[in-house]
């Protein structure tokens, strides 16, 4: 057999490889977006989220566009005391899937719609009653001191939408209380700098916010350390937020101190 020959049919097997290639990568892509792969996708989250968690998760249903959206549908998620930490009707994300590869998370928009979060620490607990959340996704810890990262976080959201939110936060080992609420949010951010607390926004518009604090254990005052040095040079960010247009109607806040 000549070499060009040899040439050509390799050329042709190579051709027939990455047709295939391509062909399964479509069957794949069609078969995901079919209702039976949307419920497979389901299926798989729930249970990976469960087996990390150790705790009871339900995803009712999840919904996408790729690569722009992901929409998941009546999320229930339960603390380790089996009590509700988050329930959601609608949580819904526009995303940069493409971006995402690269590094850089750029969010378009948020919507969150029906959700109650339910935030408890027992008069007797150092911890929240999400802390096995961030222990679960937070990777074992190392034991050699890391080098600081000062450089921003690469993270963009343009649009926060709020329909029906509200957060019941009680503290017994803090002696503090509260429940807010918001019925309807609409926020459009030029900036997004969450590591350092840092928000621009161009439009906030709110309706219906409700925020009841109550406070009734006095803390306890811990005796003044010396900081260390190091701790000194560290950059310190402190919570900024600016508004070009600021619109909040149908405002109730009530605050009691009870010590």
Known sequence: MSYKRIIKRAGKILLYILASMVILLCL???????????RMVKNKAEAYLQDKLKTKVIIGSINYSLPKSIELNNVYIEDQKKDTLLYGEKI????????????????????????????FRDEKDSSFNYQFVITAFGGPKSTTPAAKDTAALKINMDRLILDNVALQFKDKNGGTDFYAH??????????????????GVTDFVASGVNFFMRTYKEKVIKPYLPVPEDKLKEPGYGLNITTANLNIRDLNVSIENTI
């Open 182 to 199: 918001i019925e309807k949010l609409d926020a459009v951010l030029n900036k997004f700098q969450p590591d350092r607390v840092n928000f």
């Open 92 to 119: 819904a994300v526009d995303i940069s899937m493409f971006n995402l590869l690269m590094g850089n998370t750029n969010i378009q928009k948020v919507a969150l719609k029906n959700i109650f979060l339910n935030v």
């Open 28 to 38: 794949f892509f069609i078969f995901i977006n079919l209702p039976v792969g949307k």
